[in-house]
């Protein structure tokens, strides 16, 4: 039985969600046999709620053929290991959660049980002693990782820091030079069909109709395909991750760039602080239940470092998910699918996750069901693991100065997530699914970092004498001090990468 290709991609929106989407796809069809129009209205827009990535982008830049060195000149881009939270756990303290390994295994057993073993016994170092990537990040230092799983440099990976419009405008370039076609107009209608309720076409403001077969909604928070036009349904997780407002604002830079994001726990929410290379990009996440603009706006400018570049600009959103992220013959990409806020910079990983998954079960022009449903179920769970990763940040905090805090350290939190801090608190084992975005080393970060102390810890961390197990310890923390010291500082690796004079 013969199948029918679909030849026809309608994307509604640009930003970096449908211009992402655009360029994925124009490298996966050529443009004789099916062409993708993107339909955005005029301007790019200055305000964005996440301006960096996680190292997961590294292999969907290389799939699709997006050069690093090119992206980081074209966007300002610095390198990111990683998010120091401070003000998380307690007003005060603060920890670093990057991209990389904590110690090594001794015997076939979990670093951080040996660490917990000593820490009983007197008073340890600091486990981020024993990662690289958080040493080198709090000494403003920065090398590529190796493939050589005997060295230390082996042991971490990184991400980016990146201008939002500069990061859409590159990536419109790429698609319109693959065969993209850019209409710049505004959907004003969406037409459905008979018996099936397909889109069949959508109204653009000027009059036209612009007919197609696929239609991916890159609309933004409001989901106009999606929601709008068929009506999906909505998750509502405010419940869990308690923010729905942002001030977004542009400030100069007031020194070299630090290699992580910065984000400060406050009394109603949270502000972040991403260094780029020209500038630095400002952020306060909050919930209006507990504080209102005007009073948030001050917060957050209160907060700033450097002069302004740009006046705060406000945005409203419901963190959440559609039910459904592919329905009929429309699918869900960026913050039309759902939204989870920066806090982790999940957001442009889970366009990328979405865009892989669709090519993965791209349909033929019938749209067998079977593809839509193994589509929303694998990001279903996607979504569910970053959004329990996230809810922890909030729930496990010793934070009590404020309702806003108080709600967070009383509610409940969804099942899987309690049996993941029952298992560690116990006894330091971190529970996993298999394709999960975070690792192990991620959710020790977190644990640790907010507080989450497990009582005991894996007996065979006992098999070794106490004083070869304190030898070892000293020896990694000293090995990782030196590697640190030996990194170059991060402001001569990002000249050194932007430089199409220095090959890879």
């Given at each position: ?102 110690g090594q295994e001794i015997e076939g057993v979990g670093f951080q049980h040996y660490w917990l073993r000593q820490r009983m016994s007197d008073d340890a ?380």
């Amino acid at each position: 039985m013969s199948q029918r290709a679909v030849k026809s991609i309608v994307i509604v929106g640009g930003g970096t969600a449908g211009w992402m989407t655009a360029t994925a796809l124009a490298k996966i069809f050529d443009r004789e046999s099916c062409s993708i129009r993107l339909i955005e209205p005029d301007g790019l827009g200055t305000a964005s709620l996440d301006e960096a990535t996680v190292p997961a982008a590294h292999e969907f830049n290389r799939r699709f053929g997006i050069d690093e060195r090119e992206l980081m000149r074209a966007t300002n881009a610095t390198f990111r290991f990683g998010t120091e939270f401070k003000d998380w756990r307690a007003i005060g303290h603060s920890y670093m959660h990057t991209a990389g390994k904590f110690g090594q295994e001794i015997e076939g057993v979990g670093f951080q049980h040996y660490w917990l073993r000593q820490r009983m016994s007197d008073d340890a170092a600091p486990i981020e002693d024993f990662a690289l990537s958080c040493v080198a990040a709090k000494r403003g230092r920065f090398q590529h990782p190796v493939d050589d799983p005997r060295s230390v440099y082996s042991t971490y990976s990184y991400a980016l820091h990146l201008d939002a419009t500069l990061y859409v405008r590159f990536l419109r370039d790429m698609a319109e030079k693959l065969g993209v076609e850019r209409i710049e107009d505004e959907v004003v209608d969406v037409h459905l069909g008979g018996e099936d309720g397909f889109i069949s076409r959508v109204e653009l403001k000027s009059g036209d109709l612009v007919d197609g077969e696929l239609f991916i909604d890159c609309s933004g928070f409001r989901g106009l395909l999606i929601e709008g036009a068929l009506r999906t349904g909505y998750e509502d997780w405010r419940g869990w991750l308690p923010f729905d407002s942002a001030l977004v604002v542009q400030t100069e830079s007031t020194g070299d760039p630090l290699p992580y994001t910065r984000a400060t726990a406050n009394r109603a929410g949270w502000q972040w602080r991403t260094p780029l290379q020209n500038r630095v990009g400002n952020g306060y996440m909050y919930s209006s239940a507990y504080i209102g603009e005007e009073a948030a706006r001050d917060v957050l400018l209160d907060g700033l470092e450097g002069e302004l570049l740009t006046d705060p600009e406000l945005e409203r959103f419901k963190p959440g998910k559609r039910l459904k992220m592919w329905r009929r013959n429309c699918v869900a990409i960026g913050s039309s699918s759902g939204f989870l806020g920066p806090l982790e910079s999940t957001e442009i990983f889970l366009i990328q996750a979405a865009i892989t998954k669709l090519i993965e079960y791209f349909p033929d022009a019938e749209f067998p069901a079977a593809n839509a449903s193994a589509y929303n179920r694998q990001l279903d769970t996607l979504y569910a693991g970053v959004r329990d990763f996230i809810i922890l940040h909030f729930k496990a905090t010793q934070r009590d100065d404020s309702n806003f805090w108080h709600y967070c350290r009383e509610m409940s939190v969804p099942e899987e997530l309690a049996l993941r801090m029952q298992l560690f608190a116990s006894r330091g084992v971190v529970y996993r699914r298999n394709g999960e975005l975070f690792d192990e080393s991620d959710w020790l970060a977190v644990f640790l970092g907010q507080g989450v102390i497990p009582e005991n810890y894996d007996p065979r961390a006992d098999r070794i004498q106490e004083d070869q197990m304190r030898q070892l310890l000293k020896g990694m923390r000293k090995h990782i001090d030196q590697a640190a010291n030996a990194m170059p500082p991060h402001r001569q690796a990002i000249l050194e990468s932007c430089d199409p004079g220095v090959s890879a």
